[in-house]
């Protein structure tokens, strides 16, 4: 089974301050297959990243998704008020189980 | 507009079942994978199901296989989940969730609003 595990637990910055959020899995993520997900209090999961880089539709630029094996980033290039939630990464390459996902990095105005 | 809508969730005793519903719209149901995820009260999201398009293949999260049950119906264009011999530790929001492509298993690029299971005597 892959482990992802998300650094930082919370994140705080100020807007228009840059975020850097970590996923590292405990073996490699096979053909990249890792996406990021935006959650904000009472709502369901946004898809942001998949294919560890590449932006969901209606993505804003100033998101962005790299690496590869088993070290992916999620960059937020200048916070806006909107961009303070939580954010979870996933796994999608690996037969059983079909899905993992990190605990989580909360990203919290300063 | 793609559109999911859970509901079935509610208040069940320990050892009770309860079956959840997703109705699709928007898209070609039969074509997508499509899965649901569940989050415990204050917790992270936890992968629970998978279902293929055409129903024939199903996956399940180790705590809850042998427990729950996921179904489709193509016509109706609706997902299920029936969830049998309920613990407490059950206890969630339920995601319904379509898969982004139309061939195997990949990223969820919709998720429905959330149905409340509440587990507990």
């Known amino acids: 089974e892959i482990v992802l595990t998300q650094s930082p637990g919370t994140l705080s910055l100020s807007p228009g301050e840059r975020a850097t959020l970590s996923c590292r899995a405990s073996?490699?993520?096979?053909?990249?297959?890792l996406a990021w997900y935006q959650q904000k209090p009472g709502q369901a999961p946004r898809l942001l990243i998949y294919?560890?880089?590449s932006r969901a539709t209606g993505i804003p630029d100033r998101f962005s998704g790299s690496g590869s094996g088993t070290d992916f980033t999620l960059t937020i290039s200048r916070l806006e008020p909107e961009d303070f939630a939580v954010y979870y990464c996933q796994q999608y390459g690996s037969s059983h189980p079909l899905y993992t996902f990190g605990q989580g990095t909360k990203l919290e105005i300063k | 507009e793609v559109q999911l809508v859970e509901s079935g969730g509610g208040l069940v005793q320990p050892g009770g079942s309860l079956r959840l519903s997703c109705a699709a719209s928007g898209f070609t149901f039969s074509n997508y994978g499509m899965s649901w995820v569940r989050q415990a009260p204050g917790k992270g999201l936890e992968w629970v199901s998978t279902i293929s398009g055409s129903g024939g293949s199903t996956y399940y999260a180790d705590s809850v296989k042998g427990r729950f049950t996921i179904s489709r119906d193509n016509y109706k264009t609706t997902l299920y989940l029936q969830m049998n011999s309920l613990r407490a530790e059950d206890t969630a929001v339920y995601y319904c969730a379509k898969s982004g492509t139309e061939q195997g298993y990949y990223y969820m690029d919709v998720w429905g609003k959330g149905t409340t299971v509440t587990v507990s005597s």
């Open positions: 294919d560890a880089s």
């Open positions: 073996q490699s993520v096979s053909s990249s297959y």
